[in-house]
């Protein structure tokens, strides 16, 4: 009975329990070698039940680090860009204003087209930014989407039907 139950783990997904086999995992060099009987030596199944632990901790901050990267990598770009359209937007003002100063005969209307041409201008770098962004953003959940796909396809609903009645029963 005993070893049934250390062959299954029990998982939460947001209040979804269920139990599922576990994943055979490449031990470390470093770790000690698993007793002929765990029950005779609980302070070796102790040590290596930390450094399962220790890993899976380890694990689970470096995927946290790239995701961290990868979002402040995208609001840097977003804030270049913004950053680059209000530089843009202050010299267009600066030299239409130079501009207007220094023609002589410019009418308002040509000057009023070309600040209004050069915010357009603006905007467009503007959105083809913000539109690099959120392809970035789309593949990032996609990517995201797939991992929890494959949680769903290692369930035992997928295996045999007596894998299934076998893990059903179990309680």
């Known amino acids: 009975?005993?070893?049934?139950d250390e062959e299954w783990e029990l998982c939460n997904?947001?209040?979804?329990v269920f139990k599922r086999e576990k994943r055979s995992r490449?031990?470390?060099?470093?770790e000690t070698s698993n007793?002929?009987?765990p029950e005779l030596d609980p302070a070796a199944e102790e040590r290596n039940r930390r450094m399962r632990k220790k890993r899976t901790l380890a694990k689970l901050r470096s995927?946290?680090?790239?995701e961290i990267q990868q979002w402040e990598a995208l609001s840097n770009r977003?804030?270049?860009?913004?950053?680059?359209?209000?530089l843009g937007e202050e010299e267009e003002r600066l030299n239409a204003n130079e501009?207007?100063?220094f023609r002589d005969g410019s009418s308002p209307a040509s000057v009023f087209i070309d600040e209004h041409l050069s915010m357009a201008e603006a905007q467009e770098v503007i959105i083809n930014d913000v539109s690099n962004l959120c392809e970035v953003a789309e593949s990032i959940t996609r990517v995201m989407e797939e991992e929890r796909k494959q949680?769903?396809?290692d369930l035992d609903v997928w295996s045999s039907p007596t894998n299934l009645m076998a893990s059903l029963c179990a309680d």
């Open 99 to 101: 501009a207007t100063s």
């Open 13 to 16: 997904d947001d209040g979804f």
């Open 35 to 37: 007793p002929s009987n």
């Open 78 to 86: 977003f804030n270049a860009a913004l950053f680059r359209t209000t």
């Open 26 to 30: 490449i031990s470390d060099p470093g």
């Open 63 to 66: 995927k946290y680090r790239s």
């Open 1 to 4: 009975m005993e070893r049934e």
């Open 151 to 153: 949680s769903l396809f």
